[in-house]
């Protein structure tokens, strides 16, 4: 079975605070994401990596980073933690190809509250 | 731009209540179609992929079905178990064939 995990399941961080949220995926996925979801938005993508070093923005990038140095781990960083950041965030990774559309397989989540 | 409307918002059913759940999109080249199962407070679990009008798969009593404009997942005889969000998602071809286009998500509450 593939498996996502991510770091914490509820975090609690002061505004101005730099913010860490780590995932790893044990299926040897080329493709990692970062979402974040919110009641009435639905899942928004934050950022994308398709390989080592390698990102995209998302929809939603403004006040995010993120960093993958190992093909199985990607970071999501809050330079700034603000208020409006206040989220569950979700990690997902899929494999690639050519061909037919993947499935994404998503971590539990965490949730975010900044104060 | 690629868009997934999903319907109804919430849906309450009795047990054994068969029903269905809608999702309409709108995308320049279907490369697929996604439902997912989200329970309260944890990620998205992958249920199916359709990549094809007419198309069809099953899960136990849930089966998803594929027209050029709307997919369908129908519930058979629910269970109180089958309570949760049910999540559709599309990606394209083209452009950025990583992405997915996610719906806002239909509430399931089956009742005992």
């Known amino acids: 079975d593939v498996k996502v995990t991510q770091s914490s399941r509820y975090l609690v961080k002061r505004t101005g605070e730099k913010v860490f949220l780590e995932c790893v995926q044990d299926m040897d996925h080329e493709n990692m994401f970062w979402y974040r979801q919110d009641p009435g938005l639905g899942l928004r993508l934050i950022y994308f990596s398709y390989d080592v070093k390698m990102k995209e923005k998302g929809d939603i990038p403004e006040g995010y980073s993120v960093s993958r140095e190992k093909k199985e781990r990607f970071s999501l960083i809050l330079e700034s933690a603000s208020t409006n950041q206040t989220s569950m965030y979700l990690c997902?990774?899929?494999?690639?190809?050519?061909?037919?559309?993947?499935?994404?397989?998503f971590g539990p989540g965490t949730r975010l509250t900044v104060t | 731009e690629d868009q997934v409307t999903q319907s109804p918002e919430a849906l309450r059913l009795q047990e054994g209540e068969s029903s269905s759940l809608n999702c309409s999109y709108t995308v320049s080249g279907l490369r697929g179609l996604f439902w997912y199962r989200q329970d309260p407070g944890k990620g998205p679990e992958f249920l199916f992929t359709l990549y094809s009008a007419g198309e069809e798969k099953e899960k136990e009593r849930l089966k998803a079905t594929l027209t050029k404009k709307e997919s369908f997942l129908h519930i058979t005889a629910p269970k109180p178990e089958d309570s949760a969000t049910y999540l559709c998602?599309?990606?394209?071809?083209?452009?950025?064939?990583?992405?997915?286009?996610f719906g806002k998500g239909t509430l399931l509450t089956v009742n005992p």
């Open positions: 997902a990774s899929s494999t690639s190809g050519q061909g037919e559309a993947y499935e994404q397989y």
């Open positions: 998602a599309v990606q394209a071809w083209g452009g950025s064939n990583y992405k997915l286009t």
